[in-house]
């Protein structure tokens, strides 16, 4: 079975999500690469190290430049008559393409695949994680989506993939490409920091989660993340948000600070491999997740331990 992967790419590197994406490929079979952009001859030449990969086709057309998914899609189909199965990460370039591809396939697709067990069935959360689904395809064609903190990130170095230059149908006409408004930031990127901050809506103000979680993020070398009540409170931005609706992520370390632990903010971190909470409430749901758990006010027990590191 010959498995299609699509690689993240920004600014010339790779995203970690391929390689979580490329670990998963490797238990349906054969792993081929898709990179579409422009001017991709250092991804390319960084995708065919990576471990486990046979293969890596390389579209490099200004019609694929910012990777709109109106463009890539039809390119993934015309790949796929040589390929059983196209998987990319479960992120929201890989959501965006996915779908398209599926559609244009005439195939159901499978979304945030955790766990694969054979080359036709597969393990996916549903109910924002509160219940595991064991689905199974008959697709003669797969598509899915991979969560990529479900699988074990492939290694970046001891690979030496083929890499083939692939034509396209180019340009759609469907959708132009405008302008990106990104945030940009020093600390590690959400979806890859090995430790992460969050904090929730107990912090009362945006002056005051930035006052309090940017120094102790700064003292630990994490990221910042925040609960939807806190985005929604115009406390942090959105890319900060963990979450069903927000960011999936499995740190070393998770910190979760004023954070009481609904449903859909556990679905986005519950996977990490040590949690630490701090609430005033100790009957708050986030306690029943936590490896380590502190009852207190925040306002003291955060500066007290910025200040101890």
Do not use: C, W
């Amino acid at each position: 079975m010959k498995t299609l992967v699509l690689v993240e790419h920004e600014n010339g590197e790779l995203k970690d999500a391929t390689l979580a994406t490329v670990t998963a490929a490797s238990k349906l079979g054969e792993v081929h690469l898709l990179i579409a952009g422009s001017d991709v001859g250092a991804v390319a030449q960084a995708a065919s190290k990576i471990a486990g990969v046979g293969k890596v086709h390389v579209a490099d057309d200004k019609a694929y430049e910012h990777q709109l998914a109106e463009n890539v899609a039809p390119l993934v189909v015309s790949l796929m008559d040589h390929h059983d199965a196209f998987l990319a990460p479960a992120t929201t370039t890989g959501k965006n393409i996915a779908p398209r591809v599926a559609a244009l396939l005439d195939v159901m697709q499978i979304s945030d695949v955790i766990e694969i067990e054979d080359e036709n069935t597969f393990v996916r959360p549903i109910y924002a994680g509160n219940a595991i689904a064991t689905v199974r395809s008959s697709d003669s064609k797969k598509v899915m989506t991979v969560r990529a903190t479900g699988f074990e990130k492939a290694a970046a170095d001891g690979g030496s993939a083929e890499i083939e230059q692939v034509g396209g149908p180019g340009d759609q006409g469907l959708s132009t490409f405008v302008g990106m408004e990104a945030a940009h930031s020093d600390r590690p990127e959400l979806t890859s920091a090995s430790i992460i901050v969050s904090g929730g809506r107990a912090f009362g103000s945006g002056e005051q989660f930035h006052a309090l979680l940017d120094p102790l993020a700064d003292k630990l070398g994490a990221a910042v993340g925040a609960s939807r009540a806190a985005v929604d409170a115009g406390y942090a931005p959105n890319d900060y948000q963990v979450g069903q609706t927000g960011k999936i992520v499995a740190p070393d370390v998770y910190i979760a600070i004023g954070i009481s632990g609904a449903i859909q903010h556990l679905a986005g971190m519950k996977d990490s491999k040590v949690i630490v909470a701090i609430n005033k409430d100790e009957d708050a749901p986030i306690f029943q997740v936590a490896d380590i758990g502190l009852v207190g006010d925040l306002f003291k027990i955060v500066p007290e331990l910025t200040e101890k590191l």
